[in-house]
């Protein structure tokens, strides 16, 4: 090289993306007050300080997930039912249900499931999500980014 060429920048590395973090709640209860339009799911964070999200979900939804939590199955498999026992013969476990994002009021999911060729995320409603973890032989366990209760809650000091 000669003292005129200009000498190439090293390229900085764009910083890798830090993982979001994610809280683990408890299911609570579902509750439908009859003054409300729809039902409400109660998740509290399991570890301090306690902060809860109610996440409104359609009635049959609501009974779904009631019915996962108290181990009751319907005398025909419902949908939730028939995908949880698709999901067991095929030998895939749900990992987490996640809630990554509220926007304008709606709560959005995914559901992290550990399938024989590897890993799959699936987008999907909060409701299923939720009722497919707790249809679990061991229910999975429901986690909700930190920046959706941060925005309902403000942040942690």
Do not use: K
């Amino acid at each position: 090289m000669s003292d005129t060429e200009p000498v190439p920048e090293e390229s900085a590395a764009p910083p890798e993306p830090q993982p979001t973090p994610f809280r683990v709640m408890n299911v609570e209860s579902v509750l439908y007050d009859l003054t409300d339009s729809s039902p409400l799911v109660h998740l509290t964070e399991a570890e301090s300080p306690f902060r809860y999200l109610a996440v409104p979900i359609a009635l049959p939804e609501a009974i779904a997930l009631n019915n996962a939590l108290s181990n009751i199955d319907g005398r025909r498999p419902s949908t939730h039912e028939l995908f949880s026992d698709a999901l067991a013969r095929l030998q895939c476990d749900v990992i987490a249900a996640r809630i990554v994002r509220h926007e304008h009021g709606v709560f959005y999911a995914e559901l992290d499931v550990m399938t024989p060729r590897g890993r799959e995320v699936f987008d999907c409603r909060t409701s299923d999500a939720l009722i497919l973890a707790m249809r679990q032989g061991v229910a999975a366990p429901v986690l909700c980014a930190e920046e959706v209760i941060s925005e309902l809650f403000g942040p942690l000091d």
